[in-house]
């Protein structure tokens, strides 16, 4: 199926008429980031903050939230109707003054790391997969990616209630085969594949049947071979920067694929600011909070965000703390909407024998966990996270989402250096806790 380019719908067109006010500060704040933090103050009035987390079966909610008019809350939060509703302290436990009497000079608490066992059947040992979390069926979904004979074409679903359990979905006819960005949309599964002429898969989660393939047409900025790309999640559509042909020429471009009503190229108007340099496999997460793409380039190391207003605005952020902006920015990082905050973990490795100082400044900082807050605008804050247990080993091309329900980081697989100091695929699941160490 060949599709052509069009029009994006307008603004008026795609948000829900609650939202009006917000995203008339939001389109404003391109011209100073005053405005834009005044909007952040007012985030619980918008539909791209904590308050449109829905909730799950059985009224589930993330760690301190409520159910309130089906969708997750925290304090005096808009529900569905565009009213305030009282937090219920009791129904969750939720001390609000904790930390009035805490202890400044305490040590920090830890999170903790557990490895899960999961009986058999199981996905095999792999790099570079797919990973999503669906918030409707409260699970884990790992798509395809690499292992020892090669790209694979399998999809697996993992239980979050109670026991982990991994049961594999077997859809009929065609299906993607190796790694793929993978995103849940509207009950989809939505898998964006790279290349000189991309392809969109879709998988209805109800009733995941068969594979839906949408074949574009050439990209609007050449490429869309390692592209950094996130789902914009009020408009229903990627948004994709940089990446480069098969030839190794870098871009710096951006633009839009849009979800709904159809699959196909949308308009994404050129940006305003100076863009970041062309890059070839960046990452970046969609911060909801800040309604912007953020980018993580490693080469030369640098955060960028880009606000998706119209026009969308690059503005190049400044991070602080040290220590992180270093090799972790090629592999897989997420997002945790309680911060607002990035959260990395491993993404390169150590080489053998080598000792890393994950605190040093100027270190290959592969061990550790780091978080990127996001609630200060333009001055980011690098932090890592205190942990606890037998933690992973380092390793890159993991998969890895955040468990919105129980405030925890799910890791599985990727690449270790093995024996003779080859390459080894793994197939181990891990999870961190992290409400202890909030």
């Known amino acids: 199926m060949s599709v052509q380019f069009r029009q994006e719908a307008s603004d008026d067109q795609r948000r829900d008429p609650d939202d009006e006010d917000i995203m008339s500060l939001l389109s404003r704040a391109t ?13 619980y009035q918008s539909p791209h903050t904590d308050c449109t987390i829905p909730c799950g079966s059985d009224g589930r909610c993330p760690v301190s939230f409520s159910c309130n008019h089906g969708y997750c809350t925290q304090g005096a939060a808009c529900a569905s ?94 299906s993607p085969v190796g790694g793929l960005d993978t995103f849940v949309d509207q009950g989809r599964l939505v898998a964006f594949q790279q290349a000189e002429k991309p392809v969109v898969w879709t998988l209805d989660l109800a009733a995941p049947n068969a594979w839906n393939q949408t074949q574009l047409t050439g990209p609007p900025n050449g490429s869309t071979i390692g592209a950094a790309t996130v789902l914009d999640v009020p408009n229903h559509r990627l948004v994709l920067f940089g990446g480069g042909t098969e030839a190794g020429l870098a871009t710096n471009g951006t ?136 933690q992973p080993d380092p390793r890159t091309g993991h998969a890895m989402i955040y468990d919105v329900v129980s405030d925890r980081l799910i890791v599985f697989g990727g690449q270790v250096f093995g024996v003779d100091d080859g390459l080894e695929y793994l197939d181990d699941l891990w999870t961190l806790d992290l409400g202890p160490c909030r």
Not at 31 to 43: Q, S
Not at 102 to 121: E, N
Not at 287 to 299: C, E, L, N
């Open 81 to 174: 109707d565009g009213s305030a509703d009282a937090f219920d302290d009791a129904a969750t436990g939720m001390d609000v003054d904790a930390d009035a009497n805490a202890d400044p000079d305490a040590p920090p608490v830890a999170c903790a790391w557990r490895k899960l066992q999961t009986d058999a059947p199981r996905p095999s040992a792999r790099a570079q997969a797919g990973a999503a979390y669906d918030a409707e069926g409260n699970r884990m979904l790992l798509l395809n990616g690499t292992g020892e004979a090669g790209p694979l074409s399998d999809l697996w679903s993992l239980s979050l209630d109670g026991n982990p359990v991994w049961t594999e979905l077997m859809p009929a006819g065609p």
């Open 31 to 43: 011209a100073g980031t005053a405005l834009f933090g005044a909007a952040l103050a007012g985030c």
């Open 255 to 390: 633009s839009a694929v849009s979800l709904a009503p159809q699959i196909e190229w949308g308009v994404l108007m050129p940006p305003i600011g100076a863009p970041p340099p062309p890059t070839f496999r960046s990452a970046a997460i969609y911060d909801r909070v800040g309604y912007r793409m953020v980018v993580f380039q490693a080469a030369p190391t640098a955060v960028w965000g880009l606000l998706l207003t119209t026009p969308p605005a690059w503005t190049a952020l400044a991070p602080s703390g040290g220590g992180a902006q270093h090799t972790f920015l090629r592999g897989p990082l997420v997002y945790d909407p309680h911060g607002p905050r990035a959260l990395v973990f491993g993404n390169d490795m150590a080489l053998p024998g080598q000792v890393v100082d994950a605190g040093a400044p100027d270190a290959d900082t592969t061990q550790g966990t780091w978080t990127l807050s996001l609630s200060s605008v333009d001055s980011p804050t690098w932090s890592q996270l205190p942990t606890s247990g037998v």
